[in-house]
């Protein structure tokens, strides 16, 4: 076979070594290209395995060849400290960062370690080669977090500590809410043992865009095809992202289409991602904010995928004693806004009249025309797009997981609510479903449910709520950027938020709280006294 370099799919810096990453040409005679050593290896390095590495050598995987490119020259895996074991389990620096892998770890080579010699090979150390320490050494359900999905455990001590061993003051709590090892719930290793830990599973070692490039190339419901289109689009945003100027005037769908996506990848990847994020189909939605969702929670930095899960309902964070913190601050609920002049004045039911110096209007666009018709703000762009909601809950348990995305099916997202036995099911761009009879919604979701889940059609139904939003977002069509107005109103003091304003996102929670942090910007700059608030 002879290999022609096509892109650079991976280049990394690791004590001197470049990786780049080769396709196959097909339909070509089976002979090495030029300047391609004979031969080249499938195979891991072990730790000390004292082998010559090569100035260049390649490594055979299924997208093709890897080429490793070792800009000092050879070097003696016998004399040098990345490839010799650091301790007494027999594991080096090699071990995890594989030149076959592009210095890396994928799961092809996982699992064939573990085919290979099971527990006794290194990889599989307990201390964090296992899903928690006490489980059985030997069963390969105690290691599924590495073999599945590339993921080490990283035992970190809670309070966290300095590098002295004193306790690092913190300004929150750690509660268990969701514990499928059962590592943090453990006496012995969880957060309640004697010397209190938090278990942890690190992304890859890769920096970004790259690194879930092992939990990638894991996906069993994608195939190889599948898996370098979705390569080559997720490259195309990186370098398209800051330079392509058309993005709100092209469809999510065009691009896609453009860039040759497989039609797998686009149902199963690029859809199932971008319509729960977007609340809209890829046809409908501007290209813009689907490079901006995959950019900030894919691209950007390795840890822009992480978020806080409050463990309190919204309703007790947000209650009357937490803002009793804040004495300036004064809460009047149950009090609706009959008008806002333009001058910022705010009439409330009963004829109260509030005035300010300032007014920030955080209304719903529908409502803009009938309360503040005097600051003449266009909203006849706006169409929506609805979400709905399904509550299901079964006679008993019919998963463990804490969550689940069905593919190919009306039901978009599974979240376990209740010890498997309360379920919520949603569907984001739910147009199918606004018109459907509720009984007719509910007997769709446990039955596409039940084929994901076979406990589903052996439990009994005892009781289901849908919720049906038919305003949920304003649909993210392409054109509508400039259609989105300003912060700023017609009157120097009243200003306007809400997510349907022009914050730089989609309608989502987080375009609704950067719209708010750009009003109060906007206010300390009328008031003379700018300040900054916005990351």
């Not at 960062?97 to 573990?114: E, F, K, N, V, Y």
């Not at 290979?116 to 296992?130: E, N, P, R, W």
């Not at 830990?197 to 690190?202: E, G, H, K, L, Q």
């Not at 901006?292 to 840890?303: E, G, S, Y």
Request: net charge neutral; with cysteine; glycine share 8%.
């Amino acid at each position: 076979m002879i290999f022609k370099l096509r892109r650079v799919v991976a280049l990394v810096s690791v004590m001197g070594v470049l990786a780049f990453g080769m396709t196959r040409v097909a339909g070509v005679a089976a002979e090495p290209a030029a300047g391609e050593p004979a031969g080249a290896s499938d195979t891991n390095i072990p730790a000390g395995a004292g082998r010559i590495l090569p100035a260049y050598t390649t490594f055979r995987n299924p997208a093709g060849t890897l080429g490793v490119l070792n800009t000092a020259g050879p070097i003696d895996t016998r004399s040098h400290p990345f490839f010799q074991p650091l301790g007494s389990n027999g594991r080096a620096c090699v071990t995890c960062h594989q030149p076959a892998d592009g210095m890396s770890l994928s799961i092809r080579t996982i699992s064939r370690q573990w085919e290979a010699a099971g527990a006794k090979d290194s990889l599989f150390a307990q201390i964090d080669g296992a899903n928690c320490p006490n489980l059985p050494a030997e069963s390969r359900a105690s290691h599924s977090l590495l073999l599945d999905k590339g993921l080490f455990r990283i035992s970190m001590p809670w309070p966290p500590k300095d590098i002295h061993g004193h306790e690092i003051a913190t300004e929150f709590d750690i509660k268990v809410v969701s514990d499928p090892t059962g590592c943090n719930s453990d006496p012995v290793y969880g957060l309640q043992s004697k010397n209190p830990r938090v278990s942890v599973f690190r992304r890859g070692v890769l920096p970004a865009p790259l690194h879930f490039t092992g939990a990638f190339l894991g996906l069993k419901f994608l195939g190889m095809a599948d898996k370098l289109s979705i390569a080559r689009g997720l490259m195309a945003i990186r370098n398209e992202h800051e330079t392509r100027r058309d993005l709100d005037k092209i469809s999510m769908l065009d691009w896609l289409q453009e860039k040759r996506q497989t039609p797998v990848a686009i149902e199963r990847f690029w859809r199932q991602v971008l319509v729960s994020a977007i609340n809209e189909e890829l046809d409908r939605m501007a290209a813009a904010h689907g490079f901006q969702v995959f950019w900030q929670a894919f691209l950007a930095n390795a840890d822009s995928y992480e978020m806080g899960v409050p463990a309190v309902p919204l309703g007790e964070l947000y209650d009357d004693e937490a803002w009793k913190r804040f004495e300036r601050v004064v809460m009047q609920l149950r009090t609706p806004v009959e008008s806002v002049d333009a001058s910022g004045c705010v009439t409330l039911a009963g004829g109260v009249v509030r005035k300010s110096d300032f007014t920030v209007v955080c209304l719903a666009p529908e409502r803009m025309g009938t309360v503040a018709p005097a600051l003449n703000v266009d909203t006849s762009w706006v169409e929506y797009s609805p979400i709905t909601g399904i509550h299901l809950w079964f006679d008993r348990a019919v998963t463990e997981l804490p969550h689940a995305t069905l593919l190919d099916r009306t039901i978009q997202w599974m979240y376990n609510k209740g010890d498997g036995r309360y379920l919520q099911l949603v569907v984001s761009a739910s147009r199918s479903l606004a018109d459907m009879p509720r009984a007719d919604v509910i007997a769709l979701a446990v039955r596409e449910l039940a084929e994901f889940f076979p406990a589903v059609a052996e439990a009994k139904l005892e009781r289901a709520h849908v919720i049906k939003e038919l305003r949920a977002t304003f649909s993210a069509r392409p054109g509508l950027e400039e259609l989105r107005p300003i912060t700023a109103t017609k009157a120097e003091n009243v200003f306007l938020a809400g997510d349907w304003t022009r914050s730089g996102w989609p309608a989502t929670m987080e375009g609704a709280v950067r719209s708010g942090y750009m009003a109060a910007e906007a206010v300390t700059r009328a008031a003379g006294r700018p300040q900054t608030f916005l990351l």
